[in-house]
């Protein structure tokens, strides 16, 4: 972005237009439908970072019995060897514990590491979207919001090598690994993160802008 | 994205069209909106399943081993009749260091049943003289395994694991019995219990008696079996194998190799009538079935204790000896002891009394006879002659046991049932063949047997056997012996054809012609004297033929073959042959002498004088010829005779074969004599 930060910036709000979320189109403010694309025309609302929250706050709260309860069951010998059972730490560690350092690291960023940054961004994104910021700091938001969102996906990679092994590692007898209760809280975990990130509105990212007119106004 | 109204940048700013600032009281009015369920939802879902999980964890029991072999935290489980009812959660140190203290989780619905008389003990491989068992746990590894009953009283969470599992588990019906020993042979940890044979039972928690006087151990007889116990009911050891040299002899009793390895114990109820026995009945275990049996008599209440006097040693009787009663065992010697006792002489004098335990049962009273009427039986049986005797008993007479024996003929005497403590039966002088006795009488004839002189005599004979063998004159006695008998037959052959000779020769019939002739010339000297001095040579001529036959070399012949003889009789060795052998030799010798001395010769020769001085008789006067005529003919006559005696069937022949047949009994009985000495030397020291 090279708009200078202290530039005046004319966003679409202030000009009485509003965006179209799907094809991008801005109509009038009184518009309630997008004639280009289909799509229900709302204008960014501060109300919508309730979903934000609310979506955030079930994340969250699967995240923690996520990390909590095993992921994996791992049944050797019919159970006769020994049951065990991993958590996503767990994991990690007996990962690292067998030299496999590369997936190791990559279990630890798609499920803790991420995750939390998600937490972390998209709580914060919320917090200080619609308070003023420089032209600078909104692109820096919205290039966040835009990981985030594209990041967001590969969260569930944790949950596909547990569906994985599930569906390959059923030898009867000699061993089985059943997905355990955190596979169904971190898939929820992530899918309502997904849905936070989604519900957040990038367009309350620009509602905070100085604008050089308001001044002018007052 | 947004749009960028870069166009409208340069212009004024643009002023929006209709400023679309809601109201905050909108939202305000919204209250909560309905997406917040959502996250509602999820805590009261996460916070229902966390609450399940923690609610369902169970109790947590801790468990003290002595170590924690095979069990990992986390993974090792807690079974109750083989189904995981739990699972170790941590294993630490008690405080002392001395035990590992092993957290287990528990399945909340058993907990409560957890309680005080619960049971922990680890699982593990094991392999024993019972054989392999728990090869499962090589795999799965090992558990923690629990028993508790089902009755809810007062749940524990601490407890002390046992170091190995129960022989018996889960709550099986049965009898917990006690065997004592002395020594713990036989028993081992889990040697079986056998009925006929069957394991009904296990030993376990083998032990030293509290006291220090023995051995016990635990012994679960399994439910149906354990009606087979009664207060009569004996054990015995079945471990190994045993021999015993006893009063049946020799008895070699070999179990299973399996009790040979783990011991083991059989128990019986020999008698019926006992008492049904409660848990921790303490039986002894008996050596072997036979003692068994003996203490069975020895410990039946009913036993009547009898005491018998003896005033001779009883070494080699003991306790537990048994006592017969026509021989069967109907009681044991229970003790022994001397006592002085003063005599009918006024002098004391040791007596030892023996004390018997006898069942009455076994000299066929019934089983409800009372002491008394036992005491009354025996009573009777004493007046008819019963008497108790010391008798030697097995194989070598070594030890001794007493016998109840009818004695018709015994002195008179009663049963004294006042004596102390126990009636005294009279008793007879002991059938005691001491063993020590027979044995030193034994190896005193052994000792006595002549077995140097028989040796001595035995190394003569086959020093003589020897030399005779080893000799050349022996060697040579075959050879001599057919030398001689081919002499006596060149002999006899010779002597055959002289008297061939003589007669093919027509010695006989010239003499008879020259005898006829003599005759003529007598007749002719009767009718002219003239040819006598012809005649006279006729018969001189004659004469000097007939002496022309060699006697003289068939004396020498006759010389050799006694010279031969006497000199195989002179040999020392041949004075050892058989008697009738050297008489045989002799009359051979005497035979031949006889031969030599037989005037066969001379008398041919005196005949031939005799001849000769009748033909000068003849000459002389002619009237003595007839006389002349006889006496030749009688010489004739003599000398067949003597021809004869060599003649086939001569005696000198069978005398000759007798000797030979005498000569070859001889040799072979030396030669069957050499042959069972050599098969059978101690044939010489036993005579056979």
């Known amino acids: 972005m090279n708009a200078p930060s202290d530039a005046p910036v004319l966003t679409a709000h202030r000009a009485g237009l509003a965006g179209c979320r799907g094809c991008g189109r801005v109509w009038p403010e009184t518009e309630t439908i997008c004639s280009r694309c289909g799509g229900a025309l709302v204008s960014p609302d501060r109300r919508c970072l309730n ?94 919001y835009e990981v985030v969102e594209f990041i967001g996906r590969w969260s569930m990679i944790d949950v596909f090598i547990v569906a994985i092994l599930s569906a390959l590692v059923q030898l009867g007898f000699v061993a089985s690994i059943h997905p355990g209760p955190a596979a169904v809280s971190f898939a929820l975990s992530v899918a309502f993160t997904m849905l936070s990130a989604q519900s957040f509105d990038p367009r309350l990212i620009w509602r905070g802008l100085p604008l050089r007119s308001r001044k002018d106004h007052e | 994205m947004t749009d960028r109204p870069s166009p409208e940048r340069s212009d004024t700013p643009l002023k929006p069209a209709e400023p679309a600032r809601k109201p905050a009281a909108r939202a305000v009015r919204a209250g909560l909106p309905l997406i917040w369920l959502v996250p509602i939802a999820a805590l009261i879902v996460t916070l229902g399943v966390g609450w399940n999980m923690i609610a369902s964890r169970g109790t947590l029991i801790s468990v003290a081993f002595k170590d924690a072999t095979g069990i990992t935290p986390g993974e090792t489980a807690l079974k109750f009749r083989e189904i995981t009812v739990g699972k170790v959660e941590s294993v630490r140190f008690t405080e002392d260091l001395q035990q590992v203290e092993v957290n287990m989780r528990v399945d909340k619905d058993l907990a409560p049943y957890i309680d005080k008389d619960a049971q922990f003990w680890i699982v593990r491989p094991q392999v024993s003289a019972q054989g392999i068992s728990r090869l499962d746990t090589v795999l799965t590894g090992s558990f923690v395994e629990g028993y508790w009953d089902d009755k809810v009283d007062g749940p524990q969470t601490r407890f002390q694991g046992l170091d190995k599992p129960p022989l018996t588990s889960f709550g099986e019906q049965g009898t917990w019995i006690v065997l004592a020993a002395e020594r713990s042979r036989g028993m081992t940890e889990g040697a079986p219990v056998l009925f006929r044979g069957l394991p009904v039972g296990r030993m376990q928690n083998l032990r030293l008696s509290e006291n220090d006087e023995g051995v016990l151990t635990d012994v679960f007889i399994a439910a149906p079996y354990d009606q087979l116990l009664t207060t009569n009911t004996v054990f015995w050891d079945t471990s190994g194998f045993s021999v015993s040299l006893g009063a049946q002899g020799l008895s070699l009793n070999v179990n299973s190799l399996a009790s040979v390895l783990q011991g083991g114990a059989e128990f019986a109820t020999l008698t019926s009538g006992g008492a049904p026995v409660e848990d921790g009945h303490v039986f002894s275990l008996q050596p072997d079935r036979g003692a068994a049996e003996a203490n069975l008599f020895a410990d039946e209440s009913k036993a009547l204790r009898l005491t018998m006097l003896v005033d001779e040693s009883v070494r080699g009787l003991e306790t537990g000896a048994d006592v017969q009663f026509m021989g069967l065992t109907v009681g044991r010697v229970t003790s022994l002891a001397a006592r002085v006792v003063r005599g009918a002489d006024g002098q004391d004098h040791v007596e030892q009394e023996v004390t018997l335990a006898v069942t009455p049962e076994r000299m066929g009273l019934s089983g409800e006879a009372t002491p008394e009427e036992a005491l009354d039986f025996i009573a009777g049986q004493v007046r008819a002659g019963l008497r108790a005797r010391i008798a030697s008993a097995g194989f070598f007479g070594t030890s001794l046991q007493v016998e109840l024996v009818d004695l018709p003929g015994a002195e008179p005497a009663e049963l004294d049932r006042t004596a102390k403590p126990y009636p005294v039966i009279p008793s007879v002088p002991g059938d005691i063949s001491d063993f020590s006795e027979t044995a030193q009488g034994f190896l005193a004839r052994v000792g006595n047997l002549p077995i140097e002189e028989a040796l001595k005599s035995v190394t003569d004979m086959m020093n003589s ?25 060149a002999a006899a052959g010779e002597i055959r054809q002289v008297t061939t000779e003589l007669r093919e020769s027509g010695a006989v019939g010239q003499l008879r012609r020259m005898v006829d002739e003599a005759a003529a010339a007598a007749e002719a000297v009767k009718l002219a004297a003239a040819d006598v001095p012809a005649m006279v040579d006729q018969i001189d001529a004659a004469a000097v033929k007939i002496e022309a036959v060699d006697y003289a070399a068939i004396g020498a012949e006759a010389e050799g073959i006694l010279k031969d003889v006497r000199a195989l009789l002179g040999t020392e060795d041949a004075e050892q042959l058989p008697k009738n052998l050297s008489e045989t030799l002799k009359s051979a010798s005497g035979l031949l002498n006889d031969l030599r001395d037989g005037n066969a010769a001379g008398s041919l020769n005196n005949a031939l004088a005799s001849a000769s001085t009748a033909a000068q008789d003849v000459s002389d006067a002619a009237k003595r010829l007839p006389q002349l005529s006889a006496r030749l003919e009688a010489l004739a006559a003599r000398a067949d005779a003597v021809i004869a005696a060599y003649g086939d069937r001569s005696s000198f022949n069978t005398e000759t074969i007798n000797l030979m047949r005498e000569m070859r009994r001889a040799a072979n009985a030396f030669g069957s004599l050499a042959r069972t000495i050599e098969r059978n030397p101690q044939a010489f020291i036993l005579g056979r």
């Open chain 1, 51 to 144: 979903a934000v929250w609310a979506w955030l706050a079930a994340g969250f709260v699967f995240y923690i019995p996520a990390n909590l309860f095993p992921m994996l069951k791992t049944s050797t010998f019919g159970g006769l060897r020994g049951n065990s059972e991993a958590t996503i730490l767990g994991g990690v560690v007996e990962l690292m514990h067998y030299g496999n350092y590369g997936v190791a690291a990559i279990v630890f960023l798609a499920s803790i590491v991420v995750p939390i940054g998600k937490f972390i961004a998209i709580s914060w994104l919320a917090l200080v979207a619609g308070r003023p910021a420089t032209v600078r700091a909104a692109h820096k938001r919205l290039h966040l």
């Open chain 2, 465 to 489: 056997v020897t030399a005779i063998a080893s000799s050349e004159d022996t060697r040579a006695i075959p050879g001599a012996l057919r030398g001689t008998l081919e002499d006596a037959q």
